[in-house]
């Protein structure tokens, strides 16, 4: 029976993706909740049967008492047949139409809906831009994507277990009232309109308070993620207190948008006993008059004091239930602040795979300034023949990473185009042109996953032997064998910790390398491939380098120059633009910038601090 109900909806179905989806609430969930349509109709209206049945029950009785007025043995003839079909409605129709309800609710939407949320909220998120993610805090997009899924599951419920329930049962209480005497329904009616006020006051307030008391909670897990990610840095320049300053202000912020948010609540507990009481005094004094003067009957009475003091009960809960449906439309309000924001980078609707034939580049008057106006690359062309091995060489900031992380399309150029064997890659889906290019950089993070699952990234359709095979070529293997964790798993199984920390930086390089051998791509990308290694592992490393070079269109990044001489061609950017190119000697021989940072090397390092 539960796997019936689970089973649904189908929290993953293939639905448009869309690059820009609605900012505004109400779109946001419509779009999201499409899959739940019919479930939706089907739990409102069981929501609104089960308020139906409780209106009935008081109605029911004070029809008892009134009925109680002969002698047992003639009520019993008269209405015993009655009183048994009420006693099995209520001991079987009422539990099934209960247990439909529940069913729904809990079953069918509560797991699946959050499920459906997380999937296609993070699924947004990974499509956005490497720069994109560059200009926000993880630990502040993670913390939207996790808040803002169980969020949208509270306003569902809220929606079906208390709004719906609440508007069916007023409703049916009006009509329960309006039945005995219509002049019962005045006090409802009047109460009703200072309880609308009452809410509509309280929700204003607190959907303000909560949006900001959630942006105080999403602010304090961006600094404290902060700080964690970057705990070897707070301990090697001893900044514990400094740190602890730093979350102490977002705490603090957190907690004056709290207290704020509770005040409201606290207002609107006093004024909602206040009123409760009107309703009380109200409704059971008003029947108990129109008693006294004969208008309605023992069982009217009994029927309103019952359900004036029901609704005593539940006004507070229904008032907390709108309270924290606004609340969590807050939360969900704050996470469209980054799962709405559009796709700027995306693959043209007639997109075909990036089809490479020899592996040559172009770059033709490529311009990106990071909407700067200044700094990055500057109207730069230059052809990398198939199979050639181009070194690329300058300062820091002459626009070395500028240029690598437009060929691999983590931005869009302001100006200029890139083409392989002819193909303009912003016109070629961006999965198949990374595809065709492997990259080690100076500075690679790993998966906290095994050291399998790292390597296995380059290609997961690899055999445990390749792994081991591109491992050796890496000269990680015997490193590898000798690795355990905490949890007792060893070897290729051994997990690297959050980016990698539990390995050397010298590790993780050899790790990226078997990744990218394992990937063999046709292009092959190098960022200070070897800038974490020691002398005599980089001896090493240099051969299994070359060897990967074969047959590949290279493009090398180095400050030491040493690792680039023997390349085809040497490139030389300074201020965004290529100011000399050709081989090692004839740059040497030229006399120009090349020669002069290999003149002031020190060790095979170039000193990038120098102008």
């Known amino acids: ?72 043995a003639e009520v019993w003839r008269l209405y015993g047949m009655e009183f048994t079909l009420v006693a099995f409605g209520v001991l079987f129709l009422r539990p099934v139409v209960l247990a439909l309800d529940v069913l729904l609710l809990n079953n069918a939407v509560l797991p699946n809906y959050g499920a459906l949320f997380r999937w296609r909220t993070h699924r947004q998120v990974l499509r956005q831009s490497v720069g994109w993610f560059e200009d926000d805090f993880a630990g502040r997009i993670a913390n939207r994507i996790m808040q803002t899924p169980p969020a949208a599951g509270d306003v569902v419920f809220q929606v079906f277990d208390a709004i719906s329930y609440s508007l069916a049962y007023l409703i049916g209480a009006a009509i329960l009232l309006a039945t005995a005497d219509w002049q019962l329904m005045l006090p409802l009616l009047l109460w009703f309109g200072l309880y609308a006020a009452l809410t509509r006051w309280t929700v204003l307030k607190v959907a303000v308070a909560s949006k900001a008391s959630s942006d105080a909670r999403s602010l304090v897990t961006g600094r404290v993620v902060d700080t964690y990610t970057n705990i070897h840095s707070v301990k090697m320049f001893a900044h514990h207190d400094r740190e602890m300053e730093h979350a102490k202000s977002a705490i603090e912020n957190a907690r004056v948008t709290f207290q704020n948010e509770m005040r409201i609540f606290t207002v609107m507990d006093v004024c909602l006993v206040t009123l409760n009481g009107f309703l009380i005094v109200g409704i059971v004094g008003w029947a108990f008059f129109l008693w006294s003067t004969g208008l309605v009957t023992v069982g009217a009475v009994t029927a309103a004091t019952a359900l004036a003091l029901r609704l005593n009960s539940m006004t507070a809960w229904i008032m907390w239930a709108l309270s924290t449906f606004f609340q969590q439309l807050g939360v969900v309000a704050e996470g469209l602040e980054t799962i709405a924001q559009p796709i700027t980078l995306v693959d043209p609707h007639d997109a075909k795979p990036l089809k490479l034939t020899d592996g040559r580049i172009e770059l033709r008057g490529l311009t990106h300034h990071y909407g700067r106006g200044s700094g990055g690359l500057d109207n730069v062309d230059i052809t990398v023949q198939p199979g050639e091995k181009i070194g690329l060489i300058g300062r820091s900031g002459a626009g070395k990473s500028t240029l690598v992380k437009l060929l691999l399309r983590f931005y869009d150029p302001e100006g200029g185009c890139i083409m392989i064997d002819g193909q303009d890659i912003t016109k070629v889906r961006q999965d198949s042109l990374r595809k065709t290019i492997g990259m080690v950089q100076q500075d690679n993070s790993l998966l906290h996953r095994s050291i399998l699952e790292n390597i296995l990234y380059g290609r997961p359709s690899a055999s445990l032997a390749e792994v081991i095979a591109a491992a050796r070529q890496a000269q990680a293997h015997d490193f590898i064998t000798e690795l355990a964790d905490d949890e007792g798993r060893s070897g290729y199984n051994a997990q690297v910790g959050e980016r990698g920390v539990k390995l050397s930086g010298g590790q993780r390089q050899r790790i990226a390398l078997a990744r990218v051998i394992l990937k063999d791509a046709p292009i092959l990308v190098l960022d200070e491939a070897t800038s974490a290694l020691d002398s005599e592992v980089e001896a090493a490393i240099q051969q299994t380098l070359y060897g990967m070079m ?60 120098e102008a």
């Open 550 to 609: 074969e047959g590949k269109t290279v493009i090398a990044i180095a400050h030491r120059l040493s690792t680039i001489a023997a390349m085809d061609r040497i490139l030389v950017m300074d201020n965004g633009r290529i100011v000399e190119q050709g081989t090692h000697e004839v740059l040497l021989a030229k006399g120009g910038l090349y020669a002069d940072l290999w003149g002031r090397q020190s060790g095979g390092f170039l000193k990038t601090d």
């Open 1 to 72: 029976m539960f796997r019936f109900f689970e089973n649904l909806v189908d929290p993953y179905v293939e639905y448009t993706q869309q690059d820009a989806p609605p900012k505004k609430l109400w779109p946001f969930f419509r779009v999201y909740s499409a899959p739940f349509k019919k479930v939706f109709i089907l739990t409102a209206i069981m929501s609104v049967a089960v308020a139906a049945i409780e209106i009935g029950l008081i109605y029911y009785m004070g029809r008892l008492v009134d009925l109680l007025n002969g002698s047992p």
